[in-house]
């Protein structure tokens, strides 16, 4: 199944393609690819605009990647990758396809008279092919492109030990909030802030 716009797979081809690849040997790469500030491309210039960024960031993913690799638009301006990495492939080789399609975005597009120039970062996560899970391997992939776009963006960044650790810490307080047992020792204090020359209180802050 292939979506509408930009002819390339969605979602689900990522994910029948993942589970397909975790039965053989070797590594798989779950990329994500983010135009970066894709709603001042529609504001600046019109939707159609955006629409041909779309379709231009397809291009230019499959002109990036080997024939055999799986380009997915997973819903507006994002996009992921799937590539598949023989035991003894060097890690360069993400890295090397993540170069080229950062680069390759950099170039203008001509759109009704019209230059436009735009960016993507990219957040990538690789494990042992007979481990992929696609939702963790994109949950790691996405907290590597928040870092991606933390850099400035236009740029790319790997899941490593450093981001894991950042991954785990934020997992864990965001689990230690849902406990009602912990919850229930949160308490709220307050103290009004105060007008220094009317002495009146006008709010409060926690």
Request: hydrophobic content about 40%.
């Amino acid at each position: 199944e292939h979506e509408g716009m930009s002819g390339l797979g969605i979602r689900a081809t990522c994910a029948s393609e993942c589970e397909r690849r975790s039965r053989a040997n070797g590594r798989l790469v779950v990329m994500l690819v983010d135009i970066d500030h894709f709603k001042a491309v529609n504001d600046n210039f019109g939707h159609g605009a955006g629409d041909a960024v779309i379709m231009s960031v397809a291009v230019r993913l499959k002109a990036s990647v080997r024939r055999d690799d799986v380009v997915a638009r997973l819903g507006g301006d994002e996009f992921a990758v799937l590539l598949h990495l023989d035991d003894d492939a060097p890690d360069s080789v993400a890295e090397a396809i993540a170069a080229k399609v950062v680069e390759r975005m950099t170039r203008e597009l001509s759109f009704q008279g019209t230059v436009i120039n735009f960016s993507v970062s990219i957040g990538y996560s690789e494990v042992p092919a007979q481990d992929a899970n696609l939702e963790d391997t994109l949950s790691r992939a996405d907290f590597a492109l928040y870092k991606a776009k933390e850099k400035g963006r236009s740029c790319y960044q790997p899941f490593n030990t450093g981001i894991a650790r950042q991954l785990y810490r934020s997992k864990r307080m965001q689990a230690l909030v849902r406990e009602d047992t912990y919850a229930q020792k949160l308490k709220m204090h307050y103290q009004p802030i105060v007008h220094i020359e009317s002495r009146h209180d006008y709010g409060f802050e926690a």
